[in-house]
């Protein structure tokens, strides 16, 4: 009899360190993993079907909340209508065995002694804000080609052309209300980004003796409350060649109507990039032809797109979207700037990216008429 006691013993011993052996493997790569992730993208957006091969017993792809009585979820996941920050929050299926049981004890432990003490308990805590790319890129990523994340933006850069595919910034209003006293002088040139190979990169030699100037995609402007992001958006990743004429004017009062939409709404995030537009050359044929300028052949975009997108306050399902294309010439100072409203499908296929779903503002705001790619055409 004692032998068969000693053999179950051993047998319940084995299978129970073997099971909290797991939990501990599971925990420490769920943490790993979101460590990680922070500051890769590809890590980011492959993030759900990772946290999905090592969930256990089905419990990783629910969502943990507390009861009624705390009114705030444990997963700490951003609510809806909050573009306000991104909160250290997890994905459904990112929370780990342990953690739940962690989470559970808590929770159990907060009502023992609201109970005990007759205190009620808080109806939340304030989420805390992350500075990385899940916040920056909470609507998705256009493209996975060549990432970088800076500070406040995230780009993709195309080493062929030496520009950047798109780049997104999550502009918010607190930032612009501010101002760090480091920036009220610019550099007296754009500074050379490490990240990127100088073979790969434009220079200043590149600009001299030509027809365009640097142009931001991320404007500093936008971050004026922090010298740190505000250097950032000098580099030459973040430049592009542009009309004289059109930044001046045109895409000046572009950038300024992000700034008047954060300061408005809390915050919005920015998708801007180059488009190199094709032109018909006979009436079957058609060509795209663009400039290349400096010894490195730097390529000078015909087009360039910015898509602003807010939450909506009575429809947080989807968010409303705003897209422009503006032609890489002088452009009418006094041209209205819904004149050059453009269809978010025609960015897509023009650009080669894919961008959130959501309610487009030339669908809602009937008196502005959305303009087609051919009405943006060069001459």
């Known amino acids: 009899m004692s032998t068969y006691v000693a053999v179950a013993l051993c047998a319940i011993s084995g299978v129970s360190c073997f099971i909290i052996g797991a939990l501990v493997q599971q925990h ?13 993208p590809y890590v980011y ?6 946290f999905s091969s090592l969930a256990m017993f089905g419990r990783s792809s629910e969502k943990l909340t507390t009861s009624a009585e705390t009114g705030h979820s444990i997963s700490g996941e951003l609510e809806p209508g909050n573009s306000r920050g991104f909160s250290e929050g997890q994905d459904p299926g990112s929370v780990s065995t342990f ?3 962690v989470l559970w004890g808590r ?5 023992a002694i609201s109970y005990m003490t007759l205190s009620v308990a808080q109806n ?4 805390e804000k992350l500075e990385h790319v899940a916040g920056i890129m909470k609507y998705g990523f256009p493209g996975m080609d060549d990432i970088h994340v800076y500070k406040n933006f995230v780009l993709s850069y195309d080493r062929r052309n030496r520009i950047a595919h798109w780049v997104c910034e999550h502009v918010r209003d607190e930032c612009l209300m501010s101002r760090d006293q480091r920036t009220l002088n610019k550099p007296n040139a754009y ?6 190979p100088a073979t790969f990169s434009a220079n200043m030699r590149d600009f001299k003796n030509t027809d365009w100037v640097g142009g931001h995609m991320a404007s500093p402007q ?14 030459f990743s973040n430049i592009v060649p542009i009309n004289r004429g059109l930044k001046n004017h045109i895409w000046f009062r572009l950038e300024n109507y992000v700034r008047e939409m954060a300061l408005e709404y809390g915050s919005v995030h920015v998708y801007t990039g180059p488009m190199f537009m094709p032109q018909r050359i006979t009436f079957r044929n058609w060509s795209v032809r663009y400039h290349v300028m400096g010894m490195n052949t730097v390529a000078v975009p015909t087009h360039f797109f910015k898509i602003i997108i807010r939450e909506d306050r009575f429809n947080s399902e989807l968010p409303i979207m705003e897209g422009y294309v503006v032609p890489n010439t002088y452009v ?3 041209m209205d700037l819904r004149s050059f409203l453009s269809d978010i499908r025609d960015i897509e296929h023009f650009a080669g990216l894919k961008f959130c779903d959501g309610q487009q503002r030339d669908q809602l705001d009937l008196p502005v008429r959305a303009p087609s790619m051919s009405d943006l055409q060069n001459d």
Not at 124 to 127: C, L, S
Not at 191 to 196: R, S
């Open 45 to 50: 957006q492959c993030r759900r079907q990772i």
């Open 124 to 127: 939340g805590h304030p989420q």
């Open 28 to 40: 420490l790569s769920f943490r790993k993993i979101k460590s990680v992730m922070v500051t890769d």
């Open 332 to 334: 009418d100072k006094d």
């Open 222 to 235: 936008n971050y004026k409350c922090d010298s740190v992001k505000f250097l950032e958006a000098y580099k």
């Open 191 to 196: 500074i050379a980004d490490t990240a990127i």
């Open 99 to 101: 953690d739940h049981f």
């Open 107 to 111: 929770t159990t432990a907060q009502k």
